[in-house]
């Protein structure tokens, strides 16, 4: 019997440490786990980006003061081309691809405000489909009959392209080019393609 008892005993006391060898291992995976996790989350980068932009896509109240340019808009620095028709911009790489983000937003929403405002483009019937990596090619549907006879078809085109040249110019690209392929809705047959490369905004 006292056997008995002194075995229980003994196999209580084993168990017991088994237990906090156990709670020792999974504690250490755990901080493993979390350290592994902690390596692995992002970080943001201190990398410096530098490109040139036209001077005519900066705010004409900024042209003549690059300081304010940069504290408005974040950037690092810039200073005027030897041209003196273009900005040197030193930005940050990861508000860079932040701003760039904020840009094509605008840039889709000045394509789409072509194709909502019926008042003012008439002829247009809607977006087939734009390039959303570079916004390089747009395809805009029209009424054939409609955009035939509008003096100011022209307009549309234009605004489009200009939209999305000025993305490109905030971009590394350094040709900057946008193609608006119009179509007829019905036929979708390609009346004209135009080509804008300069901004004039």
Do not use: H, W
Not at 38 to 59: E, H
């Amino acid at each position: 019997m006292k056997i008995k008892r002194t075995m229980n005993c003994l196999l209580c006391f084993a168990m017991c440490l088994l237990f906090v060898f156990s709670f020792a291992a999974c504690k250490g995976t755990r901080n493993s786990a979390e350290e592994a996790a902690g390596s692995a989350a992002p970080t943001v980068s201190d990398k410096s980006l530098s490109l040139s932009v036209p001077l005519s896509a900066i705010d004409e109240e900024f042209r003549n003061n690059l300081d304010g340019f940069c504290k408005k808009y974040g950037y690092e620095s810039a200073t005027l081309g030897e041209d003196g028709k273009s900005v040197n911009v030193v930005v940050n790489e990861f508000n860079y691809k932040l701003k760039m983000t904020n840009r094509g937003m605008e840039a889709i929403k000045g394509i789409y405000a072509v194709a909502e405002d019926s008042k003012t483009y008439p002829y247009v019937a809607g977006i087939e489909s734009y390039d959303d990596k570079d916004f390089r090619e747009v395809v805009l549907l029209v009424s054939k009959k409609k955009y035939d006879s509008d003096p100011s078809k022209e307009l549309a085109a234009f605004s489009i392209g200009q939209s999305c040249l000025l993305y490109q110019a905030y971009s590394t690209l350094t040709d900057y080019e946008c193609k608006v392929i119009i179509k007829d809705k019905s036929t979708k047959e390609v009346i004209e393609t135009k080509t804008y490369n300069e901004l004039v905004f």
